[in-house]
Each structure stands twice: as C-alpha cells, then as structure tokens.
C-alpha cells in the first residue's frame, strides 16, 4: 500500500528558504506521479508542484514559479521541495502525494492522487 512521512516545516520568517521532504516506504516514488499540495488555514487545498516519472518534466503552481523547485532522490526515494523567498502567505501545511500515473491535463487535482501524507507545517512569520 505504502506510505509517505514528510518533514522539514517550520516557523521561518519572510525571505527565508526551507527544504521539505517526503520519504515513501513500501512504494518506488521514480515509478510515480508525485505532487506537494499546501493548505492554509480556513482554506481548501491547493496544487503546488509535481513531477512525473521522468524527473525532466516538472510543473509549478504559478504562485510558486520561481520560487519553489521540486526534486527526486532515487537512492533515497524521497521528493523534495526546495522553498525560497518565503512569504506569510505561503503558510500552511504542505502534504505530498502519489499515483502511479496522473494525466497532465490533471496533474493539479488533488482528486487524481491516492496516496498522501499527513503534512507539515510551514509558518512563514516576522
């Protein structure tokens, strides 16, 4: 069935960079679609980044483009999220999912994605 634990939130302030990561046990994340989507408080989830099985091909939501950059380890099978340029409004809790295959026309619909982890909270504050 698998799992995925993410880590690396925090309480940073504007203009600072963090590194989240998800670890996947019981699953192989170089055979998956896998997504970073955020909530933040009061609100629904949205997409954040992606990527598919080929680590070339990555999508950003545009209110990250720039800013944030998704990567995959293959000997560590986990996914990362490098944040820079933190700004109050990218608080939330950050959540990484997986499916074997998503269609890219949907890649940013959290319903596409089976597999989820529970989170981990960034707070971007001065």
């Not at 989240?20 to 609100?43: D, E, I, N, V, Y």
């Not at 990362?80 to 269609?103: F, G």
Request: charged letters at 20%; one cysteine or more.
């Amino acid at each position: 069935q698998g799992q995925l634990v993410e880590s690396g939130g925090g309480l940073v302030q504007p203009g600072d960079a963090l590194r989240l990561s998800c670890a996947a046990s019981g699953l192989t994340l170089s055979r998956q679609t896998t997504a970073w989507f955020r909530q933040a408080p009061g609100k629904g989830r949205e997409f954040v980044a992606a990527m598919r099985h080929s680590a070339t091909n990555k999508y950003y939501a545009d209110s990250v483009k720039g800013r944030f950059s998704i990567s995959r380890d293959n000997a560590k099978n986990t996914v990362s999220l490098e944040m820079t340029n933190l700004q109050p409004e990218d608080t939330a809790v950050y959540y990484c999912a997986t499916k074997e295959w998503v269609i890219l026309s949907a890649i940013d619909r959290e319903d596409q994605y089976r597999l989820w982890g529970r989170g981990t909270q960034v707070t971007v504050s001065s």
